[in-house]
């Protein structure tokens, strides 16, 4: 499917606020796979459509993942609505027929983070976090960090993340510690500002 076709599809399946907030996240992936080399049209697609199924009701998302086979952890059953991402990985390649693995796993990663995340990965996470709707404390620095160092940008995004969720009392998911832990293994000049 076309850009423009994705789009079409993409307004029918969400609100105009969220449809705008994806569309404003493809355009800060592609500015961000400019910068630092990455495929600009996989950034862009993958940026549309990395909600594809936050609007999806929480039982149905359930359903989705038994249907779909998605092994779901304890936190997911408690917090349907993370499963967004893993089902909406899934949707997205039957529903678009967008069959590229990159593009399936940074919509796969773009809620919680992982292990070893590659570029177009770290690109979506960050742009799904900067983009100019965006306005928690804290965002124009990981704006200006995002502009230079997506590495540590991706450590002040994971730990704004984690800091929330326990100031929330929320359940933190096993995959957002998986993820900064690997970063600093990657990055150990990170490690103990
Ligand atoms: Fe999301
Ligand atoms: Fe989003």
């Known amino acids: 499917m076309q850009y423009t076709d994705l789009v079409k599809k993409l307004k029918n399946k969400l609100s105009e606020k969220r449809f705008l ?28 459509l990395h909600d594809y199924a936050k609007e999806i ?23 349907p609505v993370l499963l967004h ?10 529903e678009c027929q967008m069959y590229d693995p990159e593009i399936t796993q940074a919509i796969r990663l773009h809620t919680t983070g ?3 995340m590659s570029l177009l990965d770290k690109i979506i996470f960050l742009a799904d976090f900067i983009e100019p709707s965006r306005s928690f404390t804290g965002v124009e620095d990981l704006r200006k960090l995002t502009a230079v160092d997506i590495d540590r940008a991706m450590l002040f995004a994971y730990n704004h993340t984690l800091k929330h969720i326990v100031d ?5 998911h096993p995959d957002t510690i998986a993820g900064r832990n690997s970063l600093l293994i990657e990055r150990p000049n990170l490690c103990y500002k």
């Open 57 to 79: 009701p929480n039982n149905l998302l359930l359903h989705q993942a038994l249907t779909f086979g998605i092994v779901m952890d304890d936190i997911e059953r408690h917090e």
């Open 21 to 48: 907030h994806s569309v404003a996240v493809s355009k800060a992936a592609v500015e961000l796979a400019q910068l630092y080399g990455a495929d600009t049209v996989k950034a862009q697609i993958a940026g549309l």
């Open 85 to 94: 991402a893993k089902v909406g990985a899934v949707l997205v390649a039957v």
């Open 168 to 172: 929330k009392n929320a359940l933190l």
């Open 114 to 116: 992982g292990k070893n």
